[in-house]
């Protein structure tokens, strides 16, 4: 080897180690920056368990290839152990993994490429965490597994695909069994108040609509819906419980089977979409749940809701009639003209508070609305998909007033019940 050979060899071996370096760095910054707090709070517990391990934190996922074969790599902190499976309707990838750290762009998997259509990645419950991959075209993996790579600092998950005919790719496919969240989750005693269910939507690996300025629905959402439930809470005169009370996924099955567990008083979904033909429409909007959609946005609106188990790989060719088990008629059209005259009281409430759609009444086919024996309704708090709303949605200011004006119209539409029963109780 002359010098000059000898001299790029050099330059090569230095320049890639100074980038495995560099990976290196920043994969432990994001394990630290993602997990620090827990890190102190357990590093403090006496009781940690034995052998308890930080999850691994994911930092990158490149897709490379083309329709014929495409692969997806996650860099990862550590090695984990995937389960794969196929589901159709829509056709889908669904890896499931021991709980990860994803540090990625929300945004990262909205944009495909090759046999892969878009991906999402994210927590499904504590410890779990999952991979959906929604295809272009019938693809099956090849190869699914966990490789070191950086002398072992890190780890690549690959998911290598191939395309595949549709008898093929049927024939892999394999509905979920669920489990079911609710029925571990039944209300204490109850105590004679009535118990408000709020629903943050969205969560873990269904980030929800991501609108101008990368706001994350879920998130927003979940803070807005934290606030409310302090103002009910602190009131005294409600038992509140929240669908989810982390960024975790929740189906929107379970969801109505938490309000009907809980006996609820009153069921509220808490969003903030985005209107994708629409994006000059703005301010808040109340939608019940009805078989025929009041317009044809709001028919959209809860098309795109109730796609949200099939974000998460979940089966969703449910029968969304299983809910409604045994109970008479006249339940059902007392739950429906209660969850009118709750969404009333709320227009009537909010219209001080905040802006209102110029239609802010409306109504849709929302299968999280569609207990039975539950009044339930579904806030849009404004639409992401609005420069204005967006500012609004992040000001404390306007949050405050917003689950002030929720709040006192909760108070107001069940102030009668209260009453009742407070007279019926014995002295
Ligand atoms: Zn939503």
């Not at 760095?25 to 930080?54: C, M, N, W, Y």
Request: aromatic content about 4%.
């Amino acid at each position: 080897m002359d010098f000059a050979a000898a001299c790029r060899t050099v330059e090569r071996t230095l320049r890639s180690a100074a980038v495995r370096a560099a990976l290196a760095a920043a994969v432990t910054a994001a394990a630290l920056a993602g997990a620090a707090p827990s890190l102190q709070a357990r590093d403090l517990d006496p009781l940690k368990p034995e052998g308890f391990k930080l999850p691994p934190v994911a930092i990158d996922a490149q897709l490379t290839g083309d329709q014929q074969a495409t692969r997806l790599a996650f860099t990862l902190s550590a090695a984990v152990e995937p389960k794969v499976r196929m589901l159709e309707k829509p056709d889908r990838i669904v890896i499931d993994l021991p709980e990860v750290n994803f540090q990625l762009p929300p945004d990262l998997g909205r944009k495909g490429r090759g046999l892969v259509k878009s991906f999402r990645s994210g927590l499904m419950a504590q410890g779990r965490s999952r991979v959906v991959i929604e295809l272009a075209s019938p693809a099956l993996p090849v190869r699914v597994a966990s490789e070191p790579v950086m002398g072992g600092a890190a780890s690549v998950l690959a998911i290598e695909l191939k395309k595949a005919d549709r008898e093929a790719f049927a024939k892999a496919a394999v509905p979920e069994i669920r489990e079911d969240a609710a029925a571990g989750r039944v209300a204490g005693p109850v105590d004679g108040r009535p118990v408000i269910v709020l629903d943050p939507g969205h969560g873990g690996i269904d980030t929800g609509a991501i609108g101008v300025g990368q706001t994350i629905e879920k998130d927003v959402v979940f803070a807005f819906t934290r606030q409310l439930r302090d103002k009910l809470e602190a009131s005294g005169r409600f038992k509140v419980v929240m669908t989810r009370d982390s960024d975790v996924f929740v189906s929107l099955r379970d969801r109505v089977k938490i309000a009907q567990a809980h006996n609820a008083s009153l069921f509220v979904s808490i969003h903030a979409d985005t209107l994708v033909v629409s994006p000059e429409v703005r301010g808040m909007t109340v939608y019940t749940n009805s078989d025929r959609a009041s317009d044809a946005e709001s028919a959209r609106l809860a098309e795109a809701e109730n796609k949200a188990d099939s974000v998460a790989g979940l089966d969703p060719n449910e029968d969304p009639e299983e809910v409604a088990g045994i109970l008479s008629d006249l339940t059902r059209r007392e739950t429906r003209t209660y969850s009118h005259l709750f969404a009333r009281t709320l227009v009537g409430q909010i219209t001080a508070a905040s802006r209102l759609n110029k239609n802010p009444q409306r109504s849709a086919g929302f299968w999280v609305l569609r207990a039975p024996d539950v009044p339930s309704v579904l806030v849009e708090l404004g639409y992401l998909s609005s420069k204005s709303d967006v500012q609004l949605l992040t000001q404390a200011e306007w949050r405050d007033k917003a689950a002030e004006a929720i709040a006192s119209s909760i108070g107001a539409f069940l102030a009668p019940r209260i009453a009742q029963q407070a007279a019926a109780a014995p002295r």
